[in-house]
């Protein structure tokens, strides 16, 4: 077969001289560059896991519930145990992965001839599924700490007139929360150009020491929360990810999603874990305390710290943050480069995994200073 490129193939404009999303998969003894949930399932949920497919399997040979109804229950139960704020069925959807999520929203609001902006850096994925839904892509203004440059911000949109704002709280990679205030005064913002829908990414939310902003959805018809199963509940693997939103938006995503986008098998093991939610919560107390101990031991050390609401810590600063990366993977410790000049970020693991990594930058903060 003659050697043909992705450039020598019809692909489009906007595709072009791009690369595909995704971090290093290296065998090496600690991995902290994806933000997974280092602790496996607990074994009760398993076997619930295996109950549950098992019953699923048995009708394997018919479609599955094609709006999940009983899994969108159970999310939206579990959105208003835990924030206080009413959220029903009829304001949940449910996907492959909050991704999916995000693709099925840009299908449906943005397109060719629409934008979305978003404030960078931010979620890497959201500009990627821009250009893949033939939306147009507008990076936003951050402050130097990262945070959101308000009056840039609400220039931007004023100027660009977005049909679809993304607002990552908390950011990843950088780890900080957006103020409740902020995203308020954007979704003002968005209103007056267009008006345009907002979504707010809350994939770490559970992370946070603050709330989460589901009460704002309350008379904002064009407000959404993007959440997912990956962090929190320690499923990377499984990839079901859900919007709470105006019923409205759920018809609307409707229209663009695939027929029995949702395996059977998929809702059985969501429906499994969001019966041990306190378990797994459980997990995300503790992890909580490990990435708090990360931020207070990298700055003993010496290194800059962006203050995190997330599972993760972005760090610095390097004069070559790649070269750093490397020192640390080659005490076999791998964290991400996501290409934020003079930064690097860490996901919290386990007690153990995390000593590790510490006890690899304090030796290269030592190897510097002789």
């Known amino acids: 077969m003659s050697d043909v490129r992705i450039d020598d193939l019809p ?5 072009r001289g791009k690369s595909p999303y995704g971090a290093p998969q290296l065998d090496v003894p600690v991995r902290l560059n994806t933000n997974e949930n280092p602790y496996p399932l607990p074994e009760p949920l398993v076997e619930r ?16 519930d094609r709006d999940a109804v009983e899994l969108r229950t159970r999310l939206a139960e579990y959105l208003t145990r835990t924030s206080g704020y009413r959220v029903g069925v009829e304001n949940v959807w449910a996907a492959n992965g909050s991704n999916e999520v995000i693709q099925q929203l840009l299908q449906t609001f943005g397109g060719p001839g629409r934008t979305a902006i978003g404030f960078e ?3 890497s994925m959201h500009a990627l599924i821009a250009r ?14 990262f945070t959101i440059d308000l009056p840039a911000a609400e220039k931007a949109i004023a100027e660009n007139q977005p049909d679809v704002v993304f607002v990552t709280t908390p950011n990843n990679p950088t780890g900080n929360a957006v103020p ?5 005064a954007l979704y003002e913002a968005a209103q007056a150009a267009k008006p345009s829908m907002v979504v707010v990414d809350e994939a770490y939310i559970e992370f946070s020491h603050g709330d989460s902003l589901l009460d704002l ?18 499923a990377a693997g499984l990839r079901l990810g859900y919007l709470a939103a105006h019923p409205a938006v759920v018809d609307a995503v409707q229209l663009v999603r695939l027929p029995y986008h949702l395996s059977a098998v998929t809702q059985a093991t969501a429906l499994a874990a969001l019966e041990h939610t306190d378990t797994l919560l459980g997990y995300v107390e ?3 305390a490990e990435r708090d101990r990360l931020v207070a031991e990298l700055r003993a050390i010496g290194y800059e710290v962006i203050e995190s609401d997330a599972n993760f810590v972005q760090f ?4 070559d943050a790649h070269r750093a990366w490397q020192r640390i993977l080659d005490r076999g410790v791998l964290v991400r480069d996501n290409g934020v000049p003079g930064w690097l970020r860490v996901t919290a693991g386990t007690p153990e995994e995390n000593d590790a990594f510490l006890d690899a930058v304090r030796d290269i903060k030592k190897e510097q200073s002789e």
Not at 49 to 64: D, M
Request: glycine share 12%; aromatic share 8%; proline share 6%.
């Open 11 to 15: 692909v489009r404009d906007e595709l």
């Open 49 to 64: 896991i295996a109950e549950r497919v098992r019953e699923a399997a048995r009708g394997l040979n018919r479609y599955p």
């Open 121 to 123: 850096p931010s979620y």
């Open 132 to 145: 893949g839904t033939g939306t147009g892509w507008i990076s936003g203004p951050r402050a130097d700490d």
């Open 180 to 184: 409740r205030e902020t995203v308020l």
């Open 217 to 234: 959805l309350e008379g904002r018809p064009h407000l959404v929360i993007s959440r997912t199963m990956s962090k929190a509940f320690g």
């Open 286 to 288: 503790q992890l909580k």
């Open 316 to 319: 610095g600063r390097f004069d």
